[in-house]
């Protein structure tokens, strides 16, 4: 399983944009990368994911570097409810496991 | 339309005991898959079900066992607990065929082992 880097904690005042890095540097071509998140004592919910070119949904976008060693999950406004752990993580295509890190621990504050 | 559901909410065990958690997949998924979250952690896969056999298996002894019906719903069995079970039990439900599905999870299961 490809590893990932992620800062441990961030801060981000509601309203801005809210900038999540990753780094996986050993990331093989067949993996993507997905994004979830787990707001306090819940499960952990599906953010967005992508193979090599940059994906946008209505919860956010993720930035993959052309040679895919990184990415970037952006909350373009960021609300208090946006407070959460946020997980990289690398996935073979056709492979169902999760295999979680320790994540970013995002705080919107007002 | 229902997504995962899972009971109960919390369960307080001794060790020693026998516990079983359910999972009820999100309408149209196939497969489940079950976690392991201590306090402070990130999830841990335990194992995943797909056509009612263990498709894939994580780093947990054989007192963690599982099962599939065919409605596609799931049980968690844990055997002789211990004080390091103590953790949120999380279910994860997907359809297996096709490209990279992402993952739904339940709200999970809060087991306290004393």
Known sequence: DAKTTQPTSM?????????LPCNHSTISGNEYVYWYRQI???GPQYIIHGLKNNETNEMASLIITEDRKSSTLILPHATLRDTAVY???VRPTGFQKLVFGTGTRLLVSP | DAGVTQSPTH???????????RCSPKSGHDTVSWY??????GPQFIFQYYEEEERQRGNFPDRFSGHQFPNYSSELNVNALLLGDSALYLC???LLAGGPHEQFFGPGTRLTVL
């Open chain 2, 36 to 41: 392991q979250q201590a306090l402070g952690q």
């Open chain 1, 11 to 19: 801060d981000c005042a509601e309203g801005r944009a809210a900038n």
């Open chain 2, 92 to 94: 994860a439900s997907s």
């Open chain 1, 40 to 42: 306090h004592s819940q």
């Open chain 2, 11 to 21: 369960l307080i065990k001794t060790r020693g005991q026998q516990v079983t958690l």
């Open chain 1, 87 to 89: 997980y990289c993580i």
